[in-house]
């Protein structure tokens, strides 16, 4: 018989080994330790543990899966209106279906109790208050693809797509800044600040990256005006089950009057280059379906579409 319940104390080590036996993809954190859990999971001020539901049978773990919020506009605090359940991890089972329907419905629940009145399934770059770094590469993608049992399992509770994202990836071996023009324009009129483990700017920006490392590369004009500015972070220890050091570019932030000039490619190729004689050998970003600009500023750089998911939406009577 399948029981359910929230997190107890005693189950990070169980709730590993679920996630170890897991189909979960090629972007998920294998193998998944205590520890990784911990830092990406449990140790977030926000964490409930009553959003993160557990199957049992005959007192053995067979499945869990976590639900929780956003932040607020200000990103000061959290906003309970919008909930999302951001992954159901259930190993083969013979009732796997069955398992997945039930905690995704105690997810619900919990997040309805606690004010939502729309409901998601999956995180993005704003609903990304844990996982980061665990699932899904760089940023939270939805659901991806090559977790076809867990989207299926919202297809069947109703959600529907609110939002594609897709992965891109660039090997840095061989890049080069490209040289023309409106480069060269912009190099002689700026100036590059590179900030090693900067101040977060928010309390949402702080709670999410805590124990991340990050770079951020600002392009500052002559009078020290900040024109943008890209984050990127260490996506150790991730990438070691790929292989090689790689970098995630968190967020790319250009001052709106200085948008469409050429400054996002320039900034990008820049941090780039420098994180190419850093050692760093792959660059991950993340783009919504609704983000053509970004889509087309990554594919001039050359990168390549590696993986896909759904952001779902449950509308709610």
């Known amino acids: 018989m399948i029981t359910y319940r929230c997190f107890r104390n005693d189950d990070p080590p169980r709730l590993a080994e679920v996630w170890r036996t897991a189909d979960l993809g090629p972007l998920a954190m294998q193998p998944m330790t205590t520890a990784e859990l911990e830092a990406g999971v449990f140790s977030k001020p926000y964490f409930d543990r009553r959003g993160l539901v557990v199957a049992t049978e005959n007192d053995q773990i067979v499945g869990f899966a976590h639900a929780g919020f956003g932040p607020t506009a200000d990103q000061k605090g959290i906003d309970t209106r919008v909930g999302s359940t951001l992954l159901a991890v259930v190993p083969p089972h013979a009732l796997e279906n069955e398992i997945s329907d039930q905690l ?12 939502a009145t729309c409901l998601l399934g999956g995180g993005n770059d704003v609903y990304r208050g844990f996982y980061l770094g665990l699932y899904g590469g760089s940023d939270l993608p939805g659901i991806l693809d090559s977790s076809p049992k867990m989207q299926q399992m919202f297809e069947r509770a109703g959600y529907r797509q609110q939002q ?8 840095l071996e061989g890049f080069r800044v490209p040289v023309n023009r409106l480069h060269i324009a912009i ?49 150790q220890p991730l990438s070691q089950g790929w292989g090689v050091v790689a970098a ?4 790319v932030d250009i001052e709106g009057p200085r948008r ?27 783009t919504t379906d609704a983000n053509v600009a970004a889509a087309k500023l990554f594919e001039k750089l050359d990168f390549s579409q590696s993986g896909q998911g759904t952001l779902f939406e449950k509308a709610l009577n």
Not at 225 to 230: C, I, N, T, Y
């Open 104 to 115: 995704l419905v105690r997810c619900e629940s919990y997040l309805q109790e606690s004010g």
């Open 164 to 171: 594609r994202i897709t992965v891109h990836r660039r090997p």
């Open 187 to 235: 190099r002689r009129r700026t100036v590059m600040h590179v900030i090693d483990e900067p101040e977060r700017r928010t309390w949402w920006e702080a709670a999410t990256t805590t124990g991340v490392a990050l770079r951020r590369y600002e392009l500052r004009n002559k009078t020290d005006d900040v024109l943008g500015s890209a984050t990127f972070w260490d996506m």
């Open 248 to 251: 995630g570019l968190l967020h």
């Open 260 to 286: 469409r000039q050429g400054l996002a490619q320039y900034l990008i190729a820049e941090a780039m280059h420098d994180l190419s004689e850093e050692g760093v050998a792959l660059i991950e970003a993340h």
